[in-house]
């Protein structure tokens, strides 16, 4: 069922950004909001139960209509929601004399231009420009645990990265101990059959593995810390200096633990499951 958001949602809206890893404030989400909500242009998608499985935040300045924040959960893609969403904003758009409708997509998702394309939407070549009236996102910071939560502007990082781009994953992920590495043919292998580890750590004392929640269930895998993923989509060299400092030390001041594995290409963050959205929030600021 799509019908229009009310301020009461807000949260159910945030819970959604939050899990499909949209670039948003969280502390001016509600703000954004208000304004809006009168021209019946925020939609949600709601199944039987009361759950909210699919938003878009609609725009019309009197010229031209926006489309912003157009997301489905992870685990109801397929569905056709994201349509049906963009579908009834358009009507409602039209119904509001709104002759044209815009977006935006930002270089790291340009794999969803296919899904608008299908719709009826083209590329058009724009200088895009913009400047901020407030302290911009990635210059400003906030004093852990001040009530007011003053900003401070943040000193750059001290390997010079502008824009660290974390992405949070949807899926939970746990640290299970693997079986004991096989020796002889018949043994039982360290990785379960059907699971594939995002990652394998061999230490004296035995193997651990590090996979989705799902999949240690499914294997039967005991664990204790469940944990959220942060990806650092920025292009990073093992060689690199003062990164892993930057964040941590961040997260550290928040109270939030972090293990850290490193890639050819990517830093991966693994911060308590309950902690994930607070974390993403805070390397967003860096």
Not at 89 to 99: D, K, Q, Y
Not at 120 to 147: A, C, H
Not at 188 to 196: N, R, S
């Amino acid at each position: 069922m799509i019908r229009s958001a009310t301020v009461s949602d807000a949260a159910r809206l945030i819970e959604v950004w939050r899990e499909t890893g949209l670039r948003f404030r969280p502390e001016t989400a509600e703000r954004e909001l208000a304004p809006v909500l009168d021209q019946d242009l925020v939609l949600v998608d709601e199944e039987d139960g009361g759950e909210v499985t699919g938003t878009v935040f609609g725009t019309y300045d009197g010229v031209r209509g926006w489309v912003h924040r157009l997301a489905t959960r992870p685990d109801r893609r397929g569905r056709g929601i994201a349509s049906a969403l963009l579908g009834e904003l358009e009507r409602r758009l039209l119904a509001l004399g709104c002759p044209k409708v815009n977006l935006l997509i930002e270089a790291d998702n340009a794999r969803v231009a296919g899904f608008y394309a299908r719709r009826g939407y083209r590329q058009d070549e724009l200088l895009f420009m913009e400047k901020w009236l407030v302290p911009e996102p990635g210059t400003i910071s906030f004093i852990p645990n001040d009530p007011a939560r003053s900003p401070r502007v943040s000193a750059p990082l001290a390997g010079g990265w502008r824009d660290i781009r974390p992405d949070l994953s949807a899926e939970q992920y746990v640290f299970a101990a693997g079986k004991a590495a096989a020796r002889k043919a018949g043994e039982a292998a360290e990785v379960p059959p059907g699971v594939t580890p995002f990652a394998v750590i061999r230490e004296d004392e035995g193997i651990t593995l590090v996979l989705t929640r799902a999949d240690a269930d499914r294997a039967g895998l005991p664990y204790d810390y469940v944990a959220a993923r942060i990806t650092l989509r920025v292009n990073s060299a093992l060689a690199d200096v003062g990164l892993t400092a930057s964040f941590s030390r961040v997260l550290a001041d928040a109270g939030i633990s972090c293990n850290v594995i490193a890639g050819l290409a990517h830093d991966h963050l693994f911060v308590d499951w309950d902690k994930g959205a607070q974390a993403l929030a805070l390397l967003r600021r860096l």
